[in-house]
């Protein structure tokens, strides 16, 4: 990890991430490419339950997300192959890919880790968001997030206006206006 600043360098607090509650199984359910090669793309991933009417939109790289459109379609990338064969090397060291997580961390950015179950436990490694979807999309291992990755999406409570503005709109005639015109 030689290459981070030390500022990003992750602590194991912040790979496990900062005050986790509940793990919520996560799909992948688009990206978006910018429109210059050099501009960052979107991800979009949202629970798994769709009952859930809520998803995360996160920047990944544009590298990650072309080849993760290709994924998404069932083609093979370099990247998936290299993903295979890490996957293949892992079960012959007596290991599985057991879930890849994406975790908000506590500079207020979001991470990813895999989860390696081997015979003496499970061993987190860290990984870039948009290798994190990779691996689910690619060899079907499941994606986990925390649940408060969504809690900052659930709409404000409405503020009660203040009588100023009830007597105003109380005050408004809407009976003496026209109808629309239909189209």
Do not use: N
């Amino acid at each position: 990890m030689d290459w981070m600043c030390s500022t990003c360098r992750p602590t194991r607090d912040s790979i496990r991430g900062v005050g986790m509650t509940a793990l919520v199984e996560l799909e992948v359910r688009g990206i978006r490419l910018g429109t210059h090669r050099e501009q960052a793309a979107v991800a979009l991933v949202a629970p798994r339950d769709r009952s859930a009417a809520c998803a995360l939109s996160f920047f990944i790289g544009a590298g990650d997300a072309h080849a993760l459109g290709h994924e998404l379609g069932g083609e093979e990338t370099t990247r998936s192959q290299a993903l295979q064969l890490v996957s293949r090397a892992v079960s012959l060291l007596g290991g599985r890919l057991a879930a890849v997580h994406l975790v908000p961390t506590e500079f207020g950015m979001l991470t990813g880790t895999l989860e390696i179950e081997t015979p003496l436990g499970y061993v987190s490694v860290p990984a870039e968001p948009g290798q994190v979807l990779a691996v689910a999309v690619r060899l079907g291992v499941p994606l986990l997030g925390d649940s408060s990755l969504f809690a900052s999406l659930a709409p404000p409570a409405a503020e009660p206006l203040s009588p100023m503005w009830t007597g105003l709109l109380e005050s408004i005639d809407l009976c003496g206006l026209p109808d629309p015109p239909s189209v």
